[in-house]
């Protein structure tokens, strides 16, 4: 269970001001991190919508290196009595490594943070909050919030508005579906690598104090055309249905292929793999390449349900069936992820390298390869190893135990990726762990090296 800070920013009489500042917060909270939470919190009158149970989630880093990740809402009213709602803001202050548990998705650590009954309101401000504990995990992506996008508003809409995303500094949007579905969706549908470095609100108005890349735009046509003369603002409005253009980013334009052929497993399988040096800038070349994959993969899966008259000649010569489409079908997922196709040279530790079958691996013959409990599993072998690398003994302890169970129960082939990103992560920690005077960190690289033996010790028996 991991340690989270908190603030609380609303309007307030304590000791210290009066009116909206940041009423409260726990001990962890760094100074630098307070006053960017005092810049950028929500005063009088920020919420887009006026109704009592009007909500916004938010999302943008801090000076700490950690993420603000927070929930506004109208509640009660201002200790002023001048009118009108309070506007009151929960801030959660997550470690990177935490919010890497939740897939680099904001939206995961609020559902937590609500499931685990954190976010609270209060009437009176305490003078000081207590740290907070945030249990749980998130896989990468939510097929099914994939699955309803591609229903409505549609892959062109979505592909709009993920392309508007990655080339805006600052994005507006509106549309069919409520700011607050259409931005998760946004986010989900992001490399986890590159989802912080979108900052979003769902519900506060338009301010130049509060800079984030993407925000919600009401429907007030006027409201719209003011925010749209902004400086760096970017207005999109998917109400009206499928936008002319098609999509030009590469990126979009392998969302936009995969959601409009129905293969969001193909999808969730790239988003659910680590890329540790991907940014937002090399995303138009990695949908490139893997809109090149997607393509071949589908070419292969046609050629391998349509059998050939030759097929078809032979099989009645002698006398067999001839398989049927269903029965090639069911090998199509399993067959795309040894394709040998050459990558970008930038991205290529992504592609997964083929390999000949082997008899000694039938579980990962068995276990399909986007099955929840396949990805769930490696999921907690990368993070039991990640931890492992960076110095925790528990983890190493844990990995000793984890990893025959997890090479036993899926098969070297599922697991080869995974660990030679494991090695990169390696090499990476060791060129970090350089001091100021050239000399590494022996512990730290020896813990390490214990790892990598681990991991690689399996490989040629």
Known sequence: ??????????????DRAFGYHLAAKSPGVVQADARKLTIWGPSHD?????????????????PSGAYCVSQTTASGFEYSGRGGRRV??????????????????????????DAAGILQTYDLVPRQLDSLRLAGRATPVDQNLIARLAANPGPAPVAALIGAAIEATCLAVTGPLSAADLIAGLINLLPPECRSEFSFSTGLKFSTRRQFRILALSADRAEQ???????????????????????????????????????????????????????????????????????????????????????????????????????????DESDALSRADAA???????????????????????????????LEKLEHLDDVVYEAISGQETSLQELQ????????????????????QYLRYA???????????????????????????????EVEK
Not at 434 to 441: A, E, L, P, Q, T
Request: glycine residues 4%; proline residues 7%; charged residues 25%.
């Open 225 to 331: 055309r003011w925010i749209g003369h902004q400086h760096d603002v970017t207005v999109l409005d998917l109400s009206n249905g499928r936008p002319a253009a098609a999509p030009v980013d590469g990126w979009a334009r392998f969302v936009d292929r995969v959601l409009a052929s129905g293969r969001t497993s193909f999808l969730a399988t790239q988003l659910s793999k680590r890329r540790f040096d991907l940014t937002p800038a090399d995303l138009p070349a990695l949908g490139l390449q893997l809109l090149e994959e997607f393509d071949a993969t589908a070419l292969g899966d046609e050629s391998r349900k349509r059998p050939t008259i030759a097929h078809i000649d032979a099989g009645a010569d002698a006398g067999a069936d001839v398989p049927a489409a269903s029965d090639a079908a069911s090998t």
């Open 46 to 62: 920020s919420l887009l919508e006026l109704e009592p149970d009007a909500v916004s989630v938010n999302f943008h880093p801090l």
């Open 401 to 420: 135990t984890l990893w025959p169970e997890v090479l036993a129960e899926l098969g070297e082939s599922l697991v080869d990726e995974s660990r030679e």
């Open 88 to 113: 009151y803001t929960q801030c959660l202050i997550v470690p990177p490594d935490v919010f890497a548990r939740f897939g680099n998705n904001a939206f995961a650590i609020i559902r937590a943070a």
């Open 344 to 374: 970008h040279r930038k991205f290529d530790k992504t592609t997964v390298t083929a390999r000949a079958p082997r008899s000694d691996l039938a579980p990962s013959k068995t276990l399909h390869p986007d099955s929840p409990e396949v």
């Open 427 to 457: 090499m990476s920690i060791w060129e970090d762990t350089i001091r100021d005077n050239g000399i590494r960190n022996p512990a730290r690289a020896m813990q390490t090296l214990d790892v990598l033996c681990l991991l690689f010790d």
């Open 1 to 14: 269970m991991a340690q989270i800070e908190q603030a609380i920013f609303t309007s307030a009489k304590t």
